[in-house]
Nanobody
């Protein structure tokens, strides 16, 4: 059974930091592209950062220089270090796993809420 479990969200003041974690099970984690998405109320879900199985990293322009995505394949865990948080970073953050071979495999976590407010 595939599971993606996010943790680490919470309430933080502007300028603060949080580290999100996503623990995966039920599929070969190291072979999947892993991503963080977020969705704010009334807005579409957007890609925040991606860690490809072959090692490349990418970020949305809005978080470049502030957020860092990383993964520990031995622990089947994806991380998102978020620094210099802004109110506009407030959203539900979701972990995503994706692999495309002869068919596409896509899995989502339940999400963790990040609220940036004074």
């Amino acid at each position: 059974q595939v599971q993606l479990a996010e943790s680490g969200g919470g309430l933080v003041q502007p300028g603060g930091s949080l580290r999100l974690s996503c623990t995966a099970s039920g599929f070969p984690f190291s072979m999947y592209d892993m991503s963080w998405y977020r969705q704010a109320p009334g807005k579409e879900r957007e890609l925040v950062a991606r860690s490809k199985s072959r090692g490349s990293l990418s970020y949305a322009d809005s978080v470049k220089g502030r957020f860092t995505i990383s993964r520990d394949n031995a622990k089947n865990t994806l991380y998102l270090q978020m620094n210099s948080l802004k109110p506009e970073d407030t959203a539900q953050y979701y972990c995503n796993a994706r692999k495309t071979t002869s068919r596409e495999y896509v899995y989502w976590g339940q999400g963790t809420q990040v609220t940036v407010s004074s």
